[in-house]
């Protein structure tokens, strides 16, 4: 009791000022965000999006791989339109929006709405459906509104945030929270991945692509995604930090249609409690090397197989997300701090960031009509191959690129590794076409699917 009574005596002064104290502004007296939402909405537009996709007619037989053959290009194809709804930001005077990949990358037909009700056509500058993020075009614009990027490095937990969209097509709508979490990967949902900001501002299906803003009216992140088991908010919504969108402005200003991203050239896991007690480490963190790929920037750097890297340009990095997102923001062609640990011991290098190199040459291949397979087609497997389908980096061989006629029917998928045909290794797309030109009896062809090793048998 005594010393409940100590606590409300320190407490009481505080107490008697903050009932007695005067308002200064008429801004402390009506307490709101009015004038905020005023300056920044009109720089967040509806956008609506068309699709057109071709559809055929189903048979009873379509999925039998045996009759399937006989109805191939059965029926005329049946357009169908699409359309979707989401927001976008805009960035600059002369028109530059961005919103989400998944509201307008495949659309045919892209509608700006503005705040005003001004309408404008759009276009696509660079898309890509990995980090959920496109770049557009208004047509013959100028003097638009638009909002500054912030450094998403300078944002914190606890920070008050507006959300700004066109939930549901109702209309502009702003919602308001904070910043609940930083560096959030693997946790959102849809077609981004990588790393994220978490607001519990609700977001809704059609706020996809609006403005995640600061009480300055400074943009700190797009709104992509969020967890929900009803379809609603649960306020546990994702926002793309400022930094990636300005790598995409960039290199959309470049002239680039799709987003090219620094190449790490290496696999990894986060180092857990278990890892870092079997590696000697003081605590859970960074990401333990499991492989690296000869022409990875990192082994030219120093970097091997059983380090750890815990940090990118002084941030620290705890998930191969996190460090993909980190090298990202750096950009192309720059150097990036890199530091990790060997034997207990911290080091620092430069690590130059490049794209994955295009070398060996593809030396591409289409099989021709008078061949086993016509229409399979066929590169050799290179760094640039290797990220491009996801492969394991230890990938040799030739990767099928298009199974053609027939390949999909004696078991051919996009991305499978030949290694080698009837025991004969091969590794270039012309060995491949030399072992079908052969003429054999039957075929039995090894390949590399994921991390499972097949053998396609068929015969002529």
Request: charged share 20%.
């Amino acid at each position: 009791m005594k010393r409940f009574a100590v606590l409300l005596f320190c407490l009481l002064p505080t107490l008697v000022s903050a009932e007695t104290r005067v308002p200064q502004s008429q801004s402390e007296i009506t307490l709101s965000f009015a004038p905020l939402v005023r300056e920044t909405a009109p720089a967040v537009v509806n956008i609506y999006a068309r699709f057109v996709t071709e559809t055929r007619h189903r048979t009873p037989f379509m999925y039998d791989p045996f009759f399937d053959g006989f109805f191939e290009g059965f029926g005329r194809p049946e357009p169908r339109v699409q359309n979707s709804l989401g927001s976008g930001v805009i960035l600059s005077e002369d028109g530059i929006i961005v919103s989400n990949y998944h509201v307008v990358g495949m659309a045919t037909d892209i509608r700006v709405v503005l705040s005003d009700r001004r309408e404008f056509t759009a276009r696509v500058l660079l898309g890509d459906a990995e980090s959920d993020l496109a770049i557009l075009q208004l047509e013959g614009v100028e003097d638009l509104p638009c909002l500054p990027l912030r450094a998403s490095d300078t944002v914190e937990v606890g920070e008050l945030v507006l959300a700004i969209g066109n939930p549901f097509g109702v209309g502009q709508t702003v919602s308001s929270g904070i910043v609940s979490g930083l560096a959030r990967s693997g946790a959102a949902t849809g077609s981004g991945r990588g790393y994220f900001i978490q607001t519990d501002a609700p977001i809704n299906p059609g706020n996809s692509g609006g403005a995640l803003i600061d009480v300055r009216g400074e943009l700190v992140g797009i709104n992509t995604s969020i967890l929900t088991r009803s379809g609603g908010s649960n306020g546990i919504g994702f926002a793309i930090p400022s930094d990636l969108v300005a790598a995409f402005v960039a290199q959309a200003r470049e002239g680039r249609t799709s987003f090219a991203r620094p190449w790490a050239g290496m696999g990894g896991q986060p180092a857990d409690v278990e890892i870092a007690e079997a590696f000697g480490l003081d605590r859970p963190g960074g990401i333990i090397i499991s492989a690296m790929h000869a022409e990875s920037p990192f082994a030219q750097a120093g970097v091997a197989v059983g380090d750890v890297i815990v940090a990118v340009d002084d941030h620290p990095v705890n998930t191969p997300p996190e460090m993909l997102y980190r090298m990202s923001v750096t950009g192309l062609g720059q150097t990036a701090q890199v530091t990790f640990l060997r034997d207990g011991e911290e080091r620092n290098t430069g690590v130059r960031l490049i794209a994955a190199p295009d070398l060996p040459d593809r030396e591409p291949v289409v099989l021709q009509d008078t061949d086993i397979l016509p229409g399979l087609g066929l590169v050799r497997v290179n760094p640039a191959v290797i990220a491009e389908y996801t492969l394991p980096l230890e990938s040799k061989g030739v990767l099928v690129t298009d199974t053609g006629r027939f390949g999909a029917r004696v078991g051919f998928q996009v991305g499978d590794v030949i290694v080698g045909i009837n025991e004969q290794g091969v590794a270039r797309p012309r060995d491949v076409a030399a072992a079908f030109r052969a003429r054999a009896r039957g075929y039995a062809v090894t390949v590399i699917r994921g991390n499972r090793r097949l053998q396609l048998r068929f015969g002529v």
